[in-house]
Antibody
Framework: QVQLQESGPGLVKPSETLSLTCTVS????????WSWIRQPPGKGLEWIGY???????SYNPSLRSRVTMSVDTSKNQFSLRLSSVTAADTAVYYC?????????????WGQGTLVTVSS | DIQMTQSPSSLSASVGDRVTITCRAS??????LNWYQQKPGKAPNLLIY???TLQSGVPSKFSGSGYGTDFTLIISSLQPEDSATYYC?????????FGQGTKVEIK
């Protein structure tokens, strides 16, 4: 059974960089694409972007200037960096596996980690 | 960006009721539509992908249909454990977008 676990600081100061890591267990990170999705408290879901096992990326244009995703296949981990954060970036951040060929879907999710942006 | 609009935003139904949630895309997305269930404090859980394909392990009381711009999620017989928020998501064109959610409560 594939499991994903987010880790990283729960509190980030405004203008600083949010950094999260997702560790994949129970399966290999290879041959899949991996995504980050966030959910502000009490609100809906926003796709941030994905990184492939080979390191190719695609980001939501609304965040593209501030987002960097990377993968470390040796550790079975992938990461998110979001720079110049503001209070609007306060959210639960989920990592998820992107499955499928033609019909993509997020089939495994981490439990989520709340990141608060505050001084 | 493709906008996804769900209706209703919330509903209250009795145990055993048939529940229908609709999702409309702002433009044609063929069958590139997924449905997720999210319970409070939990991550979303994939129910249906490709508009109508049931994810492995998901009870058959959930079904999906639709093509193009109009999609439907049906819960055939509502049970207490189905109390949750349901999201549709288009994966036709990046940025992939979600509907605003439909909160389902038990009367």
């Amino acid at each position: 059974q594939v499991q994903l676990q987010e880790s990283g600081p729960g509190l980030v100061k405004p203008s600083e960089t949010l950094s999260l890591t997702c560790t994949v267990s129970g399966g290999s990170i290879s041959n899949y694409y991996w995504s980050w999705i966030r959910q502000p408290p009490g609100k809906g879901l926003e796709w941030i972007g994905y990184v492939s096992y080979s390191g190719s990326t695609s980001y939501n244009p609304s965040l593209r200037s501030r987002v960097t995703m990377s993968v470390d296949t040796s550790k079975n981990q992938f990461s998110l960096r979001l720079s110049s954060v503001t209070a609007a970036d306060t959210a639960v951040y989920y990592c998820a596996r992107l499955a499928g060929d033609s019909y993509l879907r997020f089939d495994y999710w981490g439990q989520g980690t709340l990141v608060t942006v505050s001084s | 960006d493709i906008q996804m609009t769900q209706s209703p935003s919330s509903l209250s139904a009795s145990v055993g009721d048939r529940v229908t949630i609709t999702c409309r895309a702002s433009r044609n997305i063929a069958s590139f539509l997924n449905w997720y269930q999210q319970k409070p404090g939990k991550a979303p859980n994939l129910l249906i992908y490709a508009s109508s394909t049931l994810q492995s392990g998901v009870p058959s009381k959930f079904s999906g249909s639709g093509y193009g711009t109009d999609f439907t999620l049906i819960i055939s017989s509502l049970q207490p454990e189905d109390s949750a928020t349901y999201y549709c998501q288009q994966i036709y064109s990046a940025p992939w977008t979600f509907g605003q959610g439909t909160k389902v409560e038990i009367k």
